[in-house]
């Protein structure tokens, strides 16, 4: 079997939503300050080589995360995706493609490139800030042939220890059950707006929601297409005032916070939201889940 190299955090069942006649959609990407455009195919971008791979294992085992766990999580979030867009019935009553498709979102927010690096470079400082008792414990067993230090130790051992154990908790941190249980009792929908509102973008920060989830005014949004936006609710009050609002205000709302909290790529259609996107793009940056909870955690500690 061959090794999946190509790791996306942007799935191409997603971003092809986006694709026109030819198949491609329109990347737009900031290599300087000016932002360009380019037509790509879904699998040509949102992704990083490796992205997920467990360092010092082997090959097979190496890409658990990417084969075992992410593939089969897009692949059933792509089922539940066509039944939001067809109003199937089966995804408010059957459990799993409603759990598929909160995984999938729970994913967006944990998955980036961002993500990742905020992982690994998180569980470093905490074990930083383990070592010394470990290393008292450490010395107090040692045998006179071990080596000097529990660092020397375990780099002997696996120079990979702290990667492989910050990776082995992603697929647990995607399936928090309470976060899961809070997003599936959300009461959901799909708005579509018409030819005359404008279309939404997407980009590699593409869930828009309130600050927590928990209380009655709560939100998330999360474009599925040019024209139409996944919506979660905790009110109905709430679902009106989404559902009556102008829609091409909801489209401008909606698609500063994208392109705002964008950090390498935004994505439309067509190349007609260049001037848009020059403007607006990452204009609004905001810590990742994963960024926020290291920082919290240096809070403590400090």
């Known amino acids: 079997m061959s090794v999946p190299r190509k790791h996306h955090h942007l799935p191409v069942f997603y971003l092809a939503r986006w694709a026109g006649e030819d198949g491609k959609l329109c990347q737009f990407s900031q290599p300087r300050k000016k932002v360009v455009s380019h037509r790509k195919h879904p699998a040509q971008t949102g992704y990083v080589e490796r992205l997920y791979e467990i360092p010092g294992l082997p090959p097979e085992k190496a890409q658990g995360i990417e084969q075992g766990f992410m593939q089969r999580l897009d692949s059933l979030a792509a089922m539940a995706l066509r039944m939001l867009e067809e109003d199937d019935p089966r995804i408010t009553r059957e459990p799993q493609p409603r759990s598929a498709w909160t995984r999938f979102i729970l994913s967006l927010l944990l998955r980036t490139p961002q993500d990742i690096t905020a992982l690994k470079s998180g569980y470093a400082e905490e074990w930083a800030r383990r070592i010394p008792d470990l290393e008292t414990k450490y010395a107090a067993k040692r045998a006179p042939n071990d080596p000097a230090t529990l660092e020397e130790h375990l780099a002997q051992r696996n120079p990979d220890y702290v990667d492989q154990w910050a990776m082995s908790l992603l697929p647990s941190l995607i399936d928090h059950e309470k976060i899961k249980d809070l997003l599936n009792n959300m009461r959901w929908l799909v708005r579509r707006i018409g030819s005359d509102a404008g279309e939404f973008l997407t980009s590699d920060h593409p869930v828009v929601m309130s600050w927590t989830l928990t209380e009655p005014n709560a939100f998330l949004f999360l474009p599925i297409g040019p024209k139409a936006m996944f919506v ?71």
């Open 232 to 302: 979660a609710v905790n009110d109905l009050e709430t679902q009106r005032m989404i559902e009556e609002r102008s829609p091409a205000e909801q489209v401008e709302a909606v698609n500063r916070f994208v392109a705002g909290r964008a950090g390498r790529f935004v994505y439309a259609r067509n190349d007609a939201a260049l001037g848009y996107v020059q403007e607006h793009m990452g204009t609004k940056p905001r810590k990742t889940l994963l960024e926020q909870l290291a920082t919290r955690r240096r809070g403590v500690t400090d």
